[in-house]
């Protein structure tokens, strides 16, 4: 579907997502720069997307009424936010194009599935994922205190609804194993080995229906208690043999996973002796990454243009990184000063410096934790673009 584009029954070429949040809202943006009409159903009065859309449905994401005025409104359809029940996907696809498909939102919703599908292309892909143990069941969990002590000490993540470092506890003894299993409420989990990490990147793909593949060269993560803080997106942020394989991996994920839209997968790197040290692939998202927000600032082609792009059938050329970038996530915290007081950032500071992009996403509440906005720093080299970004995070406390 063709931006700018009207049918027979007078209807402007509309593109739709499901979920309100910040991704949704710049999912928006990039439609709209193109021409199209959007759609968002959201839940929530006030949600980032929402706020921007042409169209905001205020149903749950299951609303059968909702979801049937999505479809109605939008000639295509995407998610950007991947606890979305896949359900709903499945029934928009019924009269409508969406991409991706409910099949791979469903697995990369679920890690057991997740590290299935990691198995099952780790040939292709040339990677596996950390040593791991399901536990669904309470004979599964004694099963695996008494013959996994391997996994010890390692992290418990409950398969479903994580992120950022939600839903997951550190464990070292079999005692606190049973203890965290108990405090998740008992449901199905993935115990994980921890690994010793000496980085983590990722890698944004998108492929579209024809099958054709574009891909971003890998950026660095630095994540602070479960959450993305940092991103290192230039040539040099990682030994250049690994990142030629994490990206050939992602691909390779995506393909046989028969993949339509943008896809983030991301990885570990830790030290197992080599010169580069091994790659493990941690988990993937169905839809655009925090971590590929510098694309939008950096790049030719931002990943939220090559996800209108995939889920409209437009073509889809190998996106140009054109400058160095580091992306600093503002979460809430930045918003309250040393005792704890709510106060504005130093804006006037912060966009005083040169090459610096604020992105805020329209939240109308901070709170500690709470993902915010970000900044984005763009520059003629690699050195300026980390001094200017050591002096934006000075700033931002
Ligand atoms: P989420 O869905 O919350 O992003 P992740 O599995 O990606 O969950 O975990 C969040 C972060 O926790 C990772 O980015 C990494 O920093 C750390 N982490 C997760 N699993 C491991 C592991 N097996 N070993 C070491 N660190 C880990
Ligand atoms: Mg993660």
Redesign the pocket.
């Known amino acids: 579907v063709f931006p700018g584009s009207v049918d027979a029954a007078g209807q402007r070429a509309t593109l739709g997502v499901l979920g309100g949040g910040q991704l949704g809202r710049m999912f928006v943006h990039a439609a709209q720069r193109l021409g199209y009409f959007t759609a968002v159903l959201e839940p929530d009065v006030h949600s980032p997307a929402g706020q921007v859309s042409h169209h905001h449905i205020q149903t749950g994401y299951d609303d059968p009424a909702g979801l049937a005025q999505l479809a109605h409104l939008c000639q295509a359809i995407t998610t950007e936010f991947e606890n979305v029940p896949a359900q709903a996907l499945q029934t928009l696809a019924l009269t409508r194009p969406v991409a991706p498909s409910a099949a791979v939102v469903g697995i990369a919703q679920d ?1 057991v599935a997740e590290k299935a599908h990691f198995a099952a292309c780790a040939d292709l892909s040339g990677v596996t994922c ?1 040593p ?1 143990a399901v536990i669904e069941t309470l004979a599964q969990r004694q099963a695996v205190q008494a013959e996994r002590a391997e996994l010890l000490p ?2 418990l ?1 409950t398969a479903r609804m ?7 506890v550190r464990v070292k003894t079999a005692e606190e194993l049973a203890a965290a299993w108990a405090e998740l409420g008992g449901v199905a989990c993935v115990l ?6 000496t980085a ?1 990147c990722s890698v944004l793909v998108a492929r579209g229906w024809d099958g054709q593949v574009v891909s971003f060269a890998p950026q660095r ?1 630095v ?1 602070v208690e ?3 803080a940092v991103t290192h997106a230039y040539a040099g942020n990682m030994p250049p043999t690994l990142a030629e394989r994490a990206q050939a991996a992602a691909v390779a994920i995506a393909q046989h996973l028969g993949y339509v839209g943008v896809l983030c997968v ?1 990885f ?1 790197v830790v030290d197992d002796g080599s010169t580069h040290g091994g790659l ?1 692939v ?2 993937m998202a169905p839809r655009p990454h925090n971590s590929g927000h510098y694309t939008m600032d950096a790049c030719d082609a931002s990943q939220f243009d090559l996800q209108v792009h995939t889920m409209a059938g437009l073509p889809l050329p190998q996106p140009r990184q054109h400058s160095p970038a580091i992306m600093l996530n503002l979460l809430g915290d930045v918003w309250f000063d040393a005792s704890g007081q709510l106060q504005e950032p130093d804006w006037r500071s912060v966009l005083s410096l040169p090459g610096t992009h604020l992105h805020l996403y329209g939240k109308l509440e901070a709170r500690a934790g709470r993902k915010m906005g970000h900044l984005t720093i763009t520059g003629p080299d690699v050195a300026s673009v980390k001094t200017v970004a050591r002096r934006a995070a000075g700033l931002l406390g």
């Open positions: 890690r950390a791991y390692g992290i993540k994580g992120y950022d470092g939600k839903g997951q994980e080995k921890m690994l010793p990490l983590e993560n994540h479960g959450i993305l991301e570990f493990i941690n988990e």
